[in-house]
């Protein structure tokens, strides 16, 4: 039977959720996704679950994942094979706001050229969107995947003038390692360096909002043990962030390790003077994690956060269904076109 993709709507946690299960990571997910919507992805998600049958079904999926081709594709922004964007350019004279999108994958895998959002509600509103590679851990340990982030943010203010981009109006979206990334840049002080010899790390690596979807709000053992149990340790995106194939080998040299994982957990940056965030999450508050994918993507992350940013004048908005909403934005695409749109 075919299925109409266009009334199937889902979301980046389900995305996420649906590639999870079937590597056997992550139990099965809620009745009810978050808010922040990606239908084509979700009807992929489907596909691979085996709901979307037959030939028809599966020529309307490819027919509904096609999108605008960038204006501007692999564009070099470092001399590494992986760092590379996307660039679509929005219509206009002036320059226009950005979203640049930060894709997940543990640090460890994952390309620019998947588990996208739909590019169409930022472009036909005039704004321009990037996606971005960057280096992939266990090879490149961090800080490579974030701080690979960063200089994309320099980059594209450095190539403003050029792609069009208004320099104050820059947003990021981010799913789960890629979220952990948009939060550590939005929440973190700014990197840019006034004395660099290179002018691209000269420009700014702030940004005027975030939306995020099951995101890790922190990545140091102790804590996320703390809040989930043990078998979040179990995720390779942990021990593989430092280079290490397994968590006990992390754990047999932790004083090297502790500094990392302190400065790229994200809750461990935030202040009253930070850009607003939006985060979603799924649903599943099960303690102690049912898995290590239940685990690094669990909504506890969200929850905790949000308390940190509540305690300092932080804004902040919350989506756990059933647990959390916010009273101001249905989902982070609503959030991100307000932001980015806002003329305060």
């Known amino acids: 039977?075919?299925?109409?993709?266009?009334?199937?709507?889902g979301a980046f946690e389900w995305f996420v959720a649906g590639i999870e299960r079937a590597r056997g990571l992550r139990p099965t997910?809620?009745?009810?996704?978050p808010l922040l919507r990606a239908p084509a992805i979700w009807a992929a998600v489907l596909c691979l679950l085996g709901v979307a049958r037959?030939?028809?079904?599966?020529?309307?999926?490819?027919?509904?994942q096609v999108e605008q081709p960038p204006t501007h594709a692999d564009l070099p922004y470092g001399p590494d094979e992986r760092q590379t964007l996307d660039f679509w350019s929005a219509a206009g004279?002036?320059?226009?706001?950005?979203?640049?999108?930060?894709?997940?994958?543990?640090?460890?895998n994952g390309d620019k050229r998947l588990k996208r959002p739909p590019l169409a509600p930022f472009l036909e509103s005039g704004i321009s969107v990037a996606a971005i590679n960057y280096r992939l851990a266990p090879s490149h340990p961090l800080p490579a995947p974030v701080h690979d982030a960063a200089r994309a943010i320099q980059f594209l203010r450095w190539?403003?003038?050029?792609?069009?981009?208004?320099?104050d109006r820059i947003g990021l979206i981010g799913t789960s390692a890629g979220a952990c990334t948009s939060m550590w840049l939005l929440l973190h002080d700014d990197l840019a360096d006034p004395t660099a010899a290179d002018p691209v790390l000269r420009a700014?690596?702030?940004?005027?909002?975030?939306?995020?979807s099951v995101g890790q709000t922190s990545i140091d053992p102790d804590v996320i043990e703390s809040w989930l149990g043990l078998a979040v340790l179990d995720h390779p995106m942990i021990f593989s962030a430092v280079g290490k194939p397994s968590m006990a080998e992390v754990r047999a040299d932790a004083d090297r390790h502790r500094a990392i994982y302190e400065e790229?957990?994200?809750?461990?940056?935030?202040?009253?003077?930070?850009?607003?965030?939006?985060?979603?999450?799924?649903?599943?508050?099960?303690?102690?994690a049912l898995s290590s994918g239940h685990g690094i993507h669990h909504p506890l992350h969200g929850v905790k956060l949000k308390e940190r940013s509540d305690a300092v004048g932080h804004e902040c908005h919350l989506l756990v269904p059933g647990w959390s909403e916010s009273k101001r934005y249905a989902d982070g695409t609503v959030f991100l076109l307000d932001k980015l749109l806002s003329l305060e």
């Open 54 to 64: 037959g030939g028809s079904a599966q020529a309307q999926l490819a027919s509904e």
């Open 159 to 167: 190539k403003g003038e050029t792609l069009g981009i208004d320099p």
């Open 93 to 108: 004279d002036r320059p226009r706001p950005l979203v640049v999108i930060i894709h997940g994958g543990g640090w460890i």
């Open 264 to 288: 790229f957990s994200p809750i461990n940056h935030v202040d009253g003077d930070d850009p607003p965030l939006f985060m979603a999450c799924s649903a599943e508050m099960d303690l102690p």
């Open 1 to 9: 039977m075919a299925i109409d993709i266009r009334r199937v709507r």
């Open 29 to 33: 997910p809620p009745d009810r996704p």
């Open 204 to 212: 700014s690596t702030r940004v005027r909002a975030a939306a995020v």
